[in-house]
């Protein structure tokens, strides 16, 4: 996740969350659609620092008192029993965890020991729902036969590869250190321990031919993963390459070459029998039956709950957006002197949440209910002829929308930001 | 060495003989304000304590610019050899953009100061008024100013003015107004050479106004020169061009604060309050005289104002416009020149249409209606007054280009101006090149030294209201000195530049220009335009039209991808406020048919296009 935190309020130092956020839970439960539960946790070291890489991330081994490598799992399995602590005082009802996301940084820089040790800690604070998915990220590099094995008999039931490109000279760009060579080989080992298996791809990268793009996506398919994952290069300030462009040392992406080659991406994969789900995310699912979605990010869009530990981490409970200190050392100082490692918190206004759910709803293959828009002061009245004219002009699917949804077509998915615009009215 | 005056002689009982009146005609940073005050100081009409730099120059934007733009006229007592003489110092405007208002204040004056600067020579300007000057006949000082310099060449220089006016360049005064050098003896040649003022002494009362002034306490502060006859307080006066009746209030002379007097006599130099709030009805130029007993001839020379630049003026946020136009009517009471209606423009909104004297006069409304009413204003290229001839007959004045007429047209005609440039000899080509791609004819070039030449030009107005001037200073190193006068017009193959966007006409950006550059204009309009506005969900053609023909044309390709790739748990508040900032984005958009467009587009498009040079003004 990037690594600049948002503008919120001061979080309390209890961590001690609004009475609402446990009633919201609470009728959602009783409404027959409760809340989902999930918890990310970030690790936050890299090997070596990649070029276009904002998130929150440091190549040094050691960044302080519990907030080396080797002390790290220890921290932020503090953090998970604080976070119980915090909902039980909050009186959120307990729920199990429906999917676990280990992010970063490089995961599997950490010993699967302590991989496997974190997810343990939090099976018994919150407890593993039954079929829960458990993901790592993984460098192809950081990985082994062994390695993954472990994470498998510890519970982990998925791998996200950071493949990136097949193409060297554009991992060179990127400053990406893993051998092309590798990736089949990491895939191989994740089967084999009964893993599935997803690839990060990127593309758009400055000299990055679209010939090149065509031999990443056609590498990644010959690997037969269960799901791909494509971004679009996006150069952050604050970062080398940010700076490089800036500089007029690196030349800037292009996004109508991007976009040419999100259009190959499409039809590659639909042709692999990859379906989308959402924007920049494919799964393997030749009969349309939603297999292989990555089920922790769909609650990340489908505005479900989540606890984000370790630096820099985001939480959200019910309309309630927090996040962690963002360095691992005063994330780490907050939880050895019992002080909440939230440091700020934001409430979004219920036009902030409209304008959330619908950034997030369109996002997705099976788009936002058109219901959500009666909430406007109009009662959605501009928003409906706003969906008329999109239909007409081919961003939205017609017929999803006579059937209540907004649903982007493939060139709205393209221009999808225009669509969230147009829906909140600017 | 001339002592102070003992026995002041006072306003209204002051023999003519015993009178001077004068000016300083001076290059805009020659010194003239800072002589002014040293004349104060030497007469001892203002306190060494009381005195502050450039005395005479209220405006706060006078005192920075070093521009003087309204005169005023100060009563000084001097004593030459015993006798009192009473010497009227009459300030006059500086810059060109004011020739009309230079010209009343020469006509109140007997004798004029030639103030150069003996580091630079003189400039075109002073040149101008200096013919004035001689026109009118008035004898003329010539006085080097800034001798203390270690730049200063007095005898260089003092050689181009005696060559200039046919004197001996030993009689070319030295002096400097810093440290005060020569002063007390210019004062002395005034009273030795200028000649007391003639008039009727018992005939009907007729003064001249050379200046009106808007006081917000006091209402119009107009100044006259006694020319036959007197005037006394609580009479009834007439404003000959207008018939108007007026009672005197007040009226006396400044010294330069203003001193209530018994009234003012042939030859004098005062002010007159009468209570009205408008300086439009106390006109430069207008002959003021006795209502009993009116005179019934007017003093000859006088001109309504008339503006030569128009420009229109926008709020950049909307609801400003009920300021903008308090704001206005206010700079109205003091500014006689200054015209205005409103205006709406499709992609501006509402403003005003202004008409100016110049690019000068623009520049000071501009910056007074941004400093003194806090107001953040859009101005549009601006323009000069076309007289377009249509097939049938019908003439319309085009002040806007949105007033060119469609259709056949017989004629275009434009205003003139006949332009005078100094520069030094090495500069002839560029100056030559420059006018010519102007349109400019030549019309004489004389050489004042062995280094500095004065050439003359016929050029069309609106061929040096842009970045004339710039183009020149850049073209002579700064060293080019310019001024201007309209001077007729022509019939010119004028078209006007539409600019479209997506086929919706955009009326800030139509543009009047000769059909030669009618081109150069539409590709650097839509090229600059290309590059401000952003891409959007739709192609957006921009194109240069003549009527229904295109010149030119840009294209603002679609929007292919406009959607963040990542939007993971963390990204979510950053992503969402990255929205609502674009929401608030959006107010500061203008519509253009559907094309969004910037308000920060028809800024940079305009501001680079517009009244960047300013003609001589320090800054």
């Given at each position: 996740m ?6 919120g309020?001061p979080?309390?130092d209890?961590?001690?969350l609004?009475a609402h956020v ?18 990310y946790v970030?690790v936050?070291?890299c090997e070596?620092r990649c070029?276009?890489c904002d998130?929150n ?8 008192p519990?907030?080396?490598r ?6 932020v399995t503090?953090e998970l029993?604080f976070a119980?602590?915090?909902?039980a005082?909050?009186g959120v009802?307990?729920r199990?965890l ?7 940084g ?5 010993p699967?020991a302590?991989?496997v040790g974190?997810?343990?800690?939090a099976?018994e604070?919150?407890?593993?729902a039954?079929?829960?998915e458990?993901?790592t ?7 082994t036969a062994?390695?993954?094995a472990e994470?498998?008999?510890g519970?982990f039931?998925?791998?996200s590869?950071?493949m ?5 000279h554009?991992l ?5 250190t893993h051998?092309?060579?590798n990736?089949?080989s990491?895939?191989?080992?994740a089967?084999?321990?009964?893993l599935?298996?997803?690839l990060?791809?990127i593309?758009g990268t400055p000299?990055e031919s679209?010939?090149d793009?065509?031999t990443?996506?056609e590498a990644a398919l ?6 791909v994952s494509a971004?679009?290069?996006?150069v952050e300030e604050g ?17 109508d070459?991007?976009?040419?080659k999100?259009l190959l991406a499409?039809?590659?994969?639909a042709e692999?029998g990859y379906?989308?789900y ?5 799964a393997?699912?030749p009969q349309d ?5 990555a089920?922790?990010n ?8 989540w ?5 820099g981490a985001h939480s959200h409970l019910a ?8 360095h691992p050392?005063?994330?780490a ?5 019992g002080v909440?490692p939230?440091v ?10 409209f304008?959330e759910r619908v950034?997030l709803?369109v996002r997705?293959?099976e788009?936002l209910?058109t ?5 406007a002061?109009d009662g959605g009245?501009?928003?409906?002829g706003?969906?008329?004219a999109?239909?007409a002009e081919?961003l ?9 949804r907004?649903i982007?077509t493939?060139q ?11 829906l909140?009215?600017f | 060495m001339?002592?102070?005056a003992i026995?002041?002689p ?8 015993v009178?001077?009146?004068f000016c300083i005609?001076?290059h805009?940073d020659h010194?003239?304000?800072?002589l002014a ?5 030497s ?6 304590r ?5 005395y005479?120059d209220?405006m706060d934007?006078e005192r920075?610019?070093?521009?003087t733009?309204?005169?005023q ?6 004593n ?10 009459i300030?006059?405007?500086g810059h060109?953009?004011f ?8 006509a109140?004056c007997e004798?004029a100061i030639?103030?150069v600067?003996?580091?630079?020579g003189i400039e075109?300007q002073?040149?101008?008024?200096l ?8 004898t003329i000082?010539p006085?080097?100013n800034?001798?203390?310099?270690p730049s ?8 181009e003015?005696?060559?200039?006016i046919?004197c001996d360049p030993d009689?070319v005064?030295?002096v400097?107004g810093?440290?005060?050098?020569g002063v007390e003896?210019?004062l002395?040649r005034v009273?030795?050479e200028i000649p007391a003022?003639q008039?009727?002494t018992d005939?009907?009362a007729?003064a001249?106004i050379?200046d009106?002034v ?7 502060v107009?100044y006259?020169?006694?020319v036959?006859?007197r ?5 009834k006066i007439t404003?000959?061009s ?16 203003p001193i209530?007097?018994k009234?003012?006599?042939v030859?004098?130099v ?6 009205v ?18 005179a019934?001839e007017?003093i000859g020379g006088y001109?309504d104002p008339?503006?030569m630049?128009?420009?229109g003026?926008?709020?950049?946020d909307?609801s400003?416009y009920?300021?903008?136009?308090d704001a206005l ?7 006689a020149?200054?015209?205005y209606?409103p205006e709406?423009?499709?992609a501006?909104g ?21 400093r003194e ?5 859009i101005s549009t290229?601006?323009?000069?007054v076309y007289e377009?001839?249509r097939?049938?007959g019908q ?6 280009p ?5 259709g056949k ?10 332009i005078t440039i100094?520069v ?16 400019g004819?030549?019309?004489g ?6 280094e500095?030449?004065?050439?003359r030009?016929?050029?069309p107005?609106a061929?040096?209201?842009f970045d004339?001037f710039d183009?020149l200073?850049?073209r002579t ?8 006068k309209?001077d007729g017009d022509?019939?010119a193959d004028l078209?006007k530049v539409d ?9 800030a ?13 539409g590709?650097?309009m839509t090229g600059?335009?290309?590059?401000l ?5 739709y192609?957006v053609?921009i ?5 229904s023909?295109?010149i030119a044309?840009e294209?603002i ?6 959607v963040?790739?990542?939007?993971y748990g ?6 969402r406020?990255?929205l609502?900032k674009?929401?608030?984005?959006k107010k500061r958009?203008?519509?253009v048919g559907r094309v969004?467009?910037?308000q ?11 009244a960047g ?5 320090k800054?």
């Open positions: 990037p690594s600049i935190l948002p503008e309020d979080a309390p209890d961590g001690r609004p446990a009633r919201r839970v609470r009728e959602a439960e009783s409404a027959g659609a409760p809340r989902t539960f999930s918890l970030h936050p070291f070596v070029g276009y998130f991330t440091y190549t040094a081994e050691d960044l302080g519990g907030a080396s080797s002390s790290y799992a220890g921290t503090g029993d119980a602590g915090v909902l005082a909050s009802p307990a199990q429906e999917t676990v996301f280990f992010g970063g490089t995961p599997t820089l950490l699967a302590d991989l974190i997810l343990g800690r099976r604070v919150f407890g593993l039954p079929g829960a458990v993901t990220e993984a460098n192809p590099d950081s990985v062994r390695s993954l994470l498998a008999a519970g039931t998925r791998v590869f950071g990136q490109s097949a193409v060297p554009v060179a760009t990127l400053d990406r051998r092309p060579e990736v089949p990491a895939v191989g080992w089967r084999d321990a009964g599935e298996v997803s990060d791809l593309y000299g679209l010939e793009w065509r990443t996506v010959a690997l037969r993963p269960d799901h971004y679009s290069l996006i970062t080398k390459f940010g700076s490089s462009v800036k500089r007029g040392v690196q030349a800037d992406v292009d996004p070459d991007q976009a040419d999100y499409e039809r590659l994969l692999a379906r989308w959402e924007i920049s995310n494919w393997l699912d039956e939603g297999m292989h979605r089920r922790h769909m609650a990340y869009w489908r505005d479900q709950d606890w984000g530990a370790g630096p309309g309630v957006r927090f996040w962690n200190a963002k050392a005063a994330y100082q907050r939880l050895a002197t909440s939230s700020g918190r934001e409430e979004p206004d219920a036009e902030a949440r304008l950034m709803g997705l293959s788009g209910e219901s959500v828009l009666d909430v002061p009245a501009q928003a409906r706003e969906i008329a999109m239909i081919g939205l699917d017609g017929r999803a929308a006579l059937a209540g907004i982007p493939l709205g998915r393209l221009l999808d930001d225009a669509i969230v615009r147009r909140a009215g | 001339s002592p102070m026995h002041a006072v306003p209204a009982a002051t023999d003519p003989a009178i001077r009146n005609i001076a805009i010194g003239k304000s800072t005050d040293r004349m104060l100081q007469t001892g009409v203002v306190q060494p009381d005195m502050k730099a450039q005479l209220r934007i920075e610019r070093g521009i733009i309204k005169s006229a100060v009563r000084m007592p001097w030459v050899d015993g006798a009192d003489y009473a010497l009227n110092m300030d006059t405007p060109v953009d020739t009309y208002e230079v010209s009343r204040s020469l109140a004798g030639l103030l600067d003996a580091a630079q075109a002073t040149l101008a008024n013919y004035l000057a001689m026109e009118n006949d008035l000082i006085v080097l800034k001798i203390d310099l200063a060449e007095p005898e260089k220089y003092a050689a003015i005696a060559g200039l046919g009689d005064l030295r400097s810093k440290t005060g050098v003896a210019l002395d009273v030795a003022p008039g009727n005939g009907p007729r001249m050379f009106s808007y006081d917000t306490y006091r209402g119009v107009t006259v020169r006694v036959d006859g005037l006394s307080p609580r009479e404003m000959m207008t018939g108007a009746t007026h009672e005197l209030l007040e009226i006396g002379v400044s010294s330069p604060e209530p007097s009234g003012l006599a030859g004098e005062g002010y007159l309050i009468t209570g709030k408008d300086v439009r009805q106390s006109k430069v130029g207008d002959t003021v005289t006795s209502a009993a007993k009116p019934t007017r001109e008339k503006p630049v128009f420009s003026l926008y709020p950049i909307g400003d009920p300021v903008l136009r009517d206010k700079l109205k009471l003091n500014d020149a200054l015209v209606e709406t423009s499709v501006l509402f403003g005003f249409r202004v008409g100016f004297l110049g690019l000068l006069h623009l520049e000071i409304i501009r910056e007074r209606l941004e009413f806090d107001l953040a204003l290229a601006p323009n000069v377009v001839t097939e049938d003439v319309i004045t085009v002040t806007n949105s007033e060119f007429p469609e047209i017989n004629e275009v005609r434009e205003p003139m101006a006949s100094i030094p000899s090495e500069f002839i080509g560029a100056v030559m090149e420059l006018c010519q791609g102007k349109r004819q030549m019309r070039m004389d050489y004042l030294s062995e500095r030449v004065e050439i030009y016929w050029i107005l061929e040096i209201i004339f183009q200073k850049s190193k700064g060293y080019a000195s310019l001024e201007w309209t022509q019939v078209v600019i479209l966007l997506q086929g919706e006409q955009v009326d950006f139509s543009s009047i220009t000769h059909k030669d550059n009618a081109y150069s204009y590709v650097m600059k335009l290309k590059e506005i952003p891409r959007q969900q192609e053609p194109q240069a039209a003549i009527g023909r295109i044309r294209n390709r679609a929007i292919r991808k406009d963040l790739s990542k939007c963390g990204d979510i508040s950053r992503k406020k990255l609502e674009q929401k608030e984005g958009m203008k519509m969004e467009v910037p920060e587009a028809f800024i940079a498009a305009l501001s680079s296009e517009g040079s300013e003609t001589g003004a800054k």
